[in-house]
């Protein structure tokens, strides 16, 4: 697959970024996935994006599934400690993460965040968000679950 071959050249940074711009040139609003309706992610650009390969997909999902906990965790702890250079970075951090798996409302809560450092009274919400979304890519990871 050329998308494939051009990702073995590219530093993970350049194919994230390669990604996330052909996920905003598409647009996509649909949240279905093998028939599967999903709330608080959209995994359809992404798949677009990298020509349907649903492992490639996948296999992105389950980065974000392991590289994101530890940046909530930090942004938790800067929320709480109101140290608002660390909310800032954590934010935007996790803001481009989750992004990529297409959780709309939850990064635009940390852009939110991101602007406006000091909003603790948003960390209840964040918290719902953030544990929706994870359980969402923890679903498509796993796959459909046969009938």
């Known amino acids: ?31 279905r996935v093998n028939d599967i309706q999903y709330q608080h992610i ?22 974000f ?20 250079d660390a909310v800032r970075r954590e934010a935007h951090s996790l803001k481009s993460s989750t992004a990529l798996v297409g ?6 809560l940390l852009k939110r965040i991101e602007q406006q450092p000091d909003a603790s ?5 964040l918290a719902e968000r953030f544990s929706a979304v994870l359980d969402e890519v923890q679903h498509y990871i796993d796959g459909p679950t046969p009938a």
């Not at 194919?15 to 996330?20: D, E, G, M, P, Q």
């Not at 009274?121 to 919400?125: D, H, I, L, V």
Request: charged share 25%; glycine share 4%.
């Open 121 to 125: 009274a948003q960390r209840a919400e």
């Open 42 to 63: 959209n995994p359809e650009p992404l798949l677009d994006a990298v020509g349907g390969d649903v492992e490639t997909c996948q296999h992105m999902f389950k980065t």
């Open 1 to 31: 697959m050329l998308l494939l071959s051009r990702a073995n050249k590219l530093t993970r940074k350049q194919w994230l970024k390669y990604i996330a711009l052909r996920i905003l040139r598409l647009g996509y609003r649909e949240k």
């Open 103 to 108: 959780a709309e409302a939850l990064t635009a």
């Open 65 to 84: 599934a392991q590289s994101a906990p530890p940046t909530y965790a930090r942004l938790e702890q800067a929320m709480a400690d109101a140290n608002h």
